[in-house]
């Protein structure tokens, strides 16, 4: 065995004792699984004892005193049997479940807690893959790999020791083909592995494509997409197609070898035991007990290696699993109080580079905002202006320099309090599955009362569409609020940043999905709403934020001018012929 077979055997081992690790907290089930499996493989040594005295019964012609004695004892066999299969089989399922669960968990867990840059670089299909197929994959290694394992290892071991009890001779020369049944094992274990990790990837861009058609359903209808999005997941689907048939192909092969191997060694099993030097000691019953525990043997030993495919599935699932487990959380090493926040923001010498890009998204910022005041910024897109408002809830944090509030850089804060602190609205607005109440007081605010939501919902410009619903705030909204207009999801998002009521609010083109009569409400409401409160507006309509306090026009990364809306006209530069522009265009 070559170092790098040797350290990824080593390496499979270990992924596999930390997913056994997993059954710690069913140690009780675990154990009457065991005792389920031990029932039933002391069963198949059983019979072979017992066709030992039927046939001594036979040869002895006793017949007529044990004709109630045997088949008592076979239905004992069985009655047995089949209470250690129920046990084994049904703890084991229950063992597995809650693996299943607990993975699952973890990884939801995890994934709510790594930083923004990992969604940016993920697609959303191939986190639903790990999070679905390769936790199906791990119920295969938990529960029918060590089903497998120990039921027919047992057996195996029951089996053997029954022969060696018999024949000691003729069984330590049926032993001799255990290592070349190990050595077609071992290869096929590399190459399933291998196998296994091709499936989950193919899988995941299975559900990459399938994710983002539905997602861009009418994109693509209207583009007339279907075709292109037709021949990428049918190449996905493909690649898929082929790895699972190259593992079939594999799994259809070991098991015939192996069996094979099993009948040659069964086969000069016999031609010896029809010595009459090594059977001399042996009565007919101990010869037909001997050869039938050897032919009890083939079963049992094509499980075990048919179980080598399972449990390298789920050891290749587990590794992906795990990996994902063991990905850095965001940085959250805050720990000064934050109750609440006066909202002074101040941008010190900040620069900002997004992962895995050569360019700085922000460099050298020096900006500051008194609490209660507001300041919009303003630009061409891609300047910067949506990262400013990013940096302050710590979706990423600082590369250099220091970004503060009230006076503190913001790291020295926990992450809870700091965003507690921020109501937010951006462009995109998000809506989850739910009912419109579910999705205005979401979150932290989940305890308000129905009154303060409905309180929301009028200052939002939203309580009359709300009422003309067939359900009013219990209506659902549909998976990202599909079944509301832009300008209805877009109210529902602002009066979720009213019932927040928090000291620092962000306005990400809060007002673009709304028609101009719909815009003029809800202005008035935002004017109300921006009120004693630290406002950090994005807009590219100039005339909505034209009474801001300050006014930063960023672009290429920095703030090239700022001001008031008056001062920056009189300066007449990059904010005047924005203005200008746009005015003319109106």
Do not use: C
Not at 30 to 42: E, R, T
Not at 460 to 486: K, P, R, Y
């Amino acid at each position: 065995m070559s170092q790098s077979d040797a350290k990824n055997a080593a390496s499979g081992v270990k992924i596999y004792f930390r997913l056994l690790g997993y059954i710690r907290s069913s140690w009780w089930m675990f154990l009457l699984s065991i005792l389920g499996y031990l029932m039933y493989s002391a069963m198949e040594p059983a019979l072979a004892a017992l066709l030992k005295h039927i046939v001594d019964v036979v040869s002895s012609g006793t017949i007529s005193e044990n004709r109630i004695l045997i088949p008592a004892a076979i239905l004992g066999v069985f009655l047995f049997r089949g209470t250690g299969t129920f046990l084994g089989s049904y703890f084991m399922a229950k063992i597995a479940n809650k693996v299943v669960y607990d993975l699952r968990t973890t990884m939801f867990d995890k994934l709510v807690a790594l930083p923004s840059s990992y969604y940016n670089d993920m697609p959303s299909g191939r986190l639903l893959s790990k999070l679905t197929y390769d936790t199906e994959q791990v119920i295969g290694a938990v529960t029918s790999a060590v089903k497998t394992l120990l039921r027919e290892g047992f057996t195996v071991i029951g089996l053997l020791g029954y022969m060696l009890y018999t024949n000691w001779k003729l069984s330590l020369l049926f032993l001799l083909i255990i290592p070349v049944i190990g050595f077609v094992v071992s290869y096929a274990s590399k190459r399933f592995r291998k196998l296994s990790k091709n499936i989950q990837n193919a899988m995941g861009g299975v559900s990459d494509v399938a994710s983002e058609s539905i997602k861009g359903q009418e994109v693509v209808k209207i583009f007339g997409g279907f075709e292109y999005e037709r021949q990428r997941f049918s190449k996905a689907a493909d690649d898929n197609r082929r790895s699972q048939m190259k593992m079939e192909l594999t799994k259809a092969l070991n098991i015939p070898v192996v069996q094979f191997l099993v009948a040659i060694a069964l086969a000069v099993l016999i031609w010896l035991a029809l010595d009459p030097n090594l059977s001399a000691q042996m009565s007919a019953g101990d010869f037909v007990a001997f050869i039938g525990a050897a032919g009890m043997l083939s079963k049992p030993a094509r499980q075990l290696t048919d179980v080598n495919s399972i449990l390298q599935k789920g050891i290749a699932a587990a590794q992906s699993i795990f990996e994902f487990i063991d990905m850095t959380e965001e940085v959250d090493q805050g720990t000064k109080a934050l109750p609440k926040a006066q909202g002074n923001i101040e941008w010190r010498d900040l620069s900002f580079q997004y992962p895995n890009t050569d360019r700085l998204a922000l460099n050298g910022i020096n900006l500051t905002v008194p609490a209660g005041k507001t300041l919009a910024l303003v630009g061409r897109s891609g300047g910067g202006k949506s990262t400013m408002a990013n940096l302050i809830p710590r979706l990423y944090d600082v590369t250099d320099g220091e970004l503060l509030i009230d006076d503190h850089d913001i790291r020295q804060y926990p992450l809870r309090e700091l965003r507690s602190q921020i109501a937010l609205v951006n462009q995109n607005v998000v809506l989850f599955n739910g009912s419109i109440r579910d999705n205005i007081a979401y979150g932290y605010l989940r305890d308000a009362s129905e009154q303060e939501v409905i309180e929301a919902a009028k200052a939002a410009n939203a309580w009359e569409f709300i009422q003309e619903l067939d359900q009013g705030l219990n209506t659902v909204v549909g998976e990202n609020g599909v079944l509301l207009s832009g300008g209805q999801r877009q109210r529902i998002a602002i009066a979720r940043a009213i019932l927040k009521n928090a000291p620092i609010l962000i306005l990400d083109e809060a007002t673009s999905a709304l028609d101009t009569e719909s815009e003029r409400a809800i202005q008035q409401a935002l004017d109300t709403l921006m009120k004693n409160r630290t406002t950090i507006a994005i807009a590219h309509r100039l005339s909505t934020i034209e009474n801001a306090d300050i006014i930063a026009v960023v672009d290429h990364g920095t703030i090239i001018e700022s001001g008031s809306h008056a001062e920056l006209l009189e300066l007449n530069g990059a904010y005047a012929g924005l203005h200008q522009k746009q005015f003319s265009e109106e």
